[in-house]
């Protein structure tokens, strides 16, 4: 079963707006990872964070983790058409196993 | 190898065949993940592996699927008696050293299709 679930399902913008996509989860985590896939192939790694972080940012994205309320945020910031395709966040748990669960993604389309 | 490399990347099978899929994770990468995803849905956990042992199978949905690795290194995916409820993509993934804590990176899958 998932444990995330990311919020909105769908995004639709124009080209040059902010896009705000969220993930909630149920229990205590080590790390968040935030990932794109394109045409439902293989999922590119976009930024992780530790549970003791906030914030971080690598280059128009930017992330935020707030463990008190079980949630992640990612940014992208100026959105191209080349941004389109779905993000999914998986959760790394302190359970004493290492598997990642994943949420059921937000597909992002970036009008032209 | 540069990333992590999945065969085949296509595969048709007919109900009831055996079938194997393939991941060669990145080299010195000692944990290895597989993940299935249906369309419109999350990567769903299967196994992972740390080195040569199945640190965690609970997520193999039954005792069709099974998963060996036995050099700590290339893994191979193995599914019984097929049925047309196991067509998924099939997606493969290492990290190095022991999460959490590592970025697991992924092979772009073995999308398999049971007819």
């Known amino acids: 079963s998932q444990q995330g679930e990311e919020d909105p399902q769908a995004l639709s913008i124009q080209e040059g707006e902010n896009a705000t996509m969220n993930c909630s989860y149920k229990t205590s985590i080590n790390n968040l990872q935030w990932y794109r896939q394109n045409s439902g192939r293989g999922l590119v790694h976009l930024i992780l964070?530790?549970?003791?972080?906030r914030e971080k940012h690598s280059g128009r994205l930017r992330v935020t983790l707030d463990t008190s309320k079980k949630s992640s945020s990612l940014l992208i910031t100026a959105s191209r058409a080349a941004d389109t395709a779905s993000y999914f966040c998986?959760?790394?748990?302190?359970?004493?196993?290492?598997?990642?669960?994943f949420g059921t993604g937000t597909r992002l389309k970036v009008l032209a | 190898g540069a990333g992590v490399s999945q065969t085949p990347s296509n595969k048709v099978t007919e109900k009831g065949k055996y079938v194997e899929l393939r991941c060669d994770p990145i080299s010195g990468h000692t944990a290895l993940y597989w993940y299935r995803q249906s369309l419109g849905q999350g990567p769903e956990f299967l196994i992972y592996?740390?080195?040569?042992?199945?640190?965690?199978d609970s997520g193999l949905p039954n005792d069709r699927f099974f998963a060996v690795r036995p050099e700590g290194s290339v893994s191979t995916l193995k599914i019984q008696r097929t049925e047309r409820g196991d067509s998924a993509v099939y997606l493969c993934?290492?990290?190095?050293?022991?999460?959490?804590?590592?970025?697991?990176?992924f092979g772009e899958g073995s999308w398999l299709t049971v007819v």
């Open positions: 964070i530790r549970s003791n972080e």
């Open positions: 998986a959760t790394g748990t302190t359970s004493g196993t290492y598997k990642y669960i």
């Open positions: 993934a290492s990290s190095l050293n022991r999460p959490p804590g590592n970025t697991i990176y």
């Open positions: 592996f740390q080195g040569t042992g199945a640190a965690d």
